[in-house]
């Protein structure tokens, strides 16, 4: 969707290393999510935000940071890359008015951890 | 705990024979439902939601959802099935203890043979 894009698209990494993927959107939405995606566990909430410098934690937030500076960025590290952490990544916008209800996904980051 | 169920990890379907995905849920008072669809290596797109209103739903592509309170399901349904449907199928609520983010099924994946 034109309004969120992660980045990097891939990314392979190596064991004990920090890595952040970043999340941009254009629309000014106040809310802000990451989830990953896993094989049999659909999409797990990682880390959400609900305005710049305010986050909290999800269901799988353990080995996770996020950081918001600004509303349209949302960065998500892993501080020392895990084999578990290997996995599809997405990034979420949302809008909640009496017109518009519904999320927005971005394409994803496939991360690979060796 | 809120939770949504999708009982089947398949679905297999002829071409031109109607489909149904189905999808139970868990959460108190009246839910918000989703159904998104991702195809390999892409995002999720989304297909249609249900906040309030008609229990028979109508969303992209020629897909419907029927909410059914009584039954606590949201089954996703198409009278035609194309093999161009073929892809993973996520159901969702959305959660009411947190801002807003979505608990996940853990999706079915919808085989159309020719």
């Known amino acids: 969707d034109a309004g969120i894009t992660q980045s990097p698209r891939h990314k392979v990494t190596e064991t004990g290393t920090p890595v952040t993927l970043r999340c941009h959107q254009t629309e000014n939405h106040r809310y802000m999510y990451w989830y990953r995606q896993d094989p049999g566990h659909g999409l797990r909430l990682i880390h959400y935000s609900y305005g710049v410098k305010d986050t909290d934690k999800g269901e799988v937030s353990d080995g996770y940071s996020v950081s918001r500076s600004k509303t349209e960025d949302f960065l998500l590290t892993l501080e020392s890359a895990t084999s578990s952490q290997t996995s599809v990544y997405f990034c979420?916008?949302?809008?909640?008015?009496?017109?518009?209800?519904?999320?927005?996904f971005g394409s994803g980051t496939r991360l690979t951890v060796v | 705990a809120q939770s949504v169920a999708q009982p089947e990890d398949q679905v297999n379907v002829a071409e031109g024979n109607p489909l149904t995905v189905k999808c139970t849920y868990s959460?108190?008072?009246?839910?918000?439902l989703f159904w998104y669809v991702q195809y390999p290596n892409r995002g999720l797109q989304f297909l249609l939601k249900y906040i309030t209103g008609d229990n028979l739903v109508k969303g992209s592509y020629g897909f419907e959802a029927e909410f059914n309170k009584s039954q606590t399901s949201f089954h996703l349904k198409k009278p035609s099935a194309l093999v161009s449907d073929s892809a993973l199928y996520f159901c969702a609520v959305r959660d009411k203890g947190s801002q807003g983010n979505l608990i996940f099924g853990k999706g079915t994946k919808l085989s159309v043979k020719p």
């Open positions: 959460v108190s008072g009246n839910p918000y």
């Open positions: 979420a916008i949302s809008e909640f008015t009496n017109r518009r209800y519904g999320y927005t």
